[in-house]
């Protein structure tokens, strides 16, 4: 399987608190995306970062890419109840590669 | 604009029916995807398209087929459906070059084998 790995599988915090969820893929790769899904809802395209970028920031999103290491990180500040979701990371392989390889996700639950 | 749609939302088979999946995407866009979602799973791609009348097949394409005969249109049969393929299905579509390789995913098809 050419999946990696998201790290916590499971995530509860408590409102305002910042959440902080690790993706670790095993190939070479062009761009990493992170999606967010909603329960029984189709994911949601959060942001993408490319190969050559290190941290990308969207509103209270921040994406973090190590290609030395294979991993990626994406952190929500100021969490909210409606952040509530399971977030997967995805990349897509080098040049001539049409498909995007998603992670097994992180279930984050925020607490009011 | 209705995006990605996907038809139908629930179905139920037994062992041994076929059926077809409808995809459709009002965005113009070129590449469309199948995936399958199981508990603890992320997507796992079945097969794709990079065009009106082209397809490929992904990671887990056994017991399937695809056909794009209209560029907004893919279409994802089962010819003989087994329990295993018991999963929620998810269609997506995208541009692929000039940084627009955004996903838009539809809203999923529950499909149980029994």
């Known amino acids: 399987s050419q999946q990696g790995e998201e790290d916590p599988q499971a995530l509860s915090i408590q409102e305002g608190e910042n959440a902080t969820m690790n993706c670790s893929y095993k190939?070479?790769?062009?761009?990493l995306q992170w999606y967010r899904q909603n329960s029984g809802r189709g994911l949601v395209h959060l942001i993408l970062i490319r190969s050559n970028e290190r941290e990308k920031h969207s509103g209270r999103l921040r994406v973090t890419l190590d290609t030395s290491k294979k991993s990626s990180s994406l952190l929500i500040t100021a969490s909210r109840a409606a952040d509530t979701a399971s977030y997967f990371c995805?990349?897509?392989?080098?040049?001539?590669?049409?498909?995007?390889?998603f992670g097994k996700g992180t279930k984050l639950s925020v607490i009011p | 604009n209705a995006g990605v749609t996907q038809t139908p939302k629930f179905r139920v088979l037994k062992t041994g029916q076929s059926m077809t999946l409808l995809c459709a995407q009002d965005?113009?866009?070129?590449?469309m995807y199948w995936y399958r979602q199981d508990p603890g799973m992320g997507l796992r791609l079945i097969h794709y398209s990079v065009g009106e009348g082209t397809t490929a097949k992904g990671e887990v394409p056994d017991g399937y087929n695809v056909s794009r005969l209209k560029k907004q249109n893919f279409l994802l049969g089962l010819e003989s459906a087994a329990p295993s393929q018991t999963s929620v299905y998810f269609c997506a579509s995208s541009f692929l070059a000039g940084g627009k390789e955004t996903q838009y995913f539809g809203p999923g098809t529950r499909l149980l084998v029994l």
């Open positions: 995805a990349w897509r392989a080098g040049a001539g590669s049409y498909q995007l390889t």
């Open positions: 965005m113009n866009h070129e590449y």
């Open positions: 190939t070479s790769i062009n761009n």
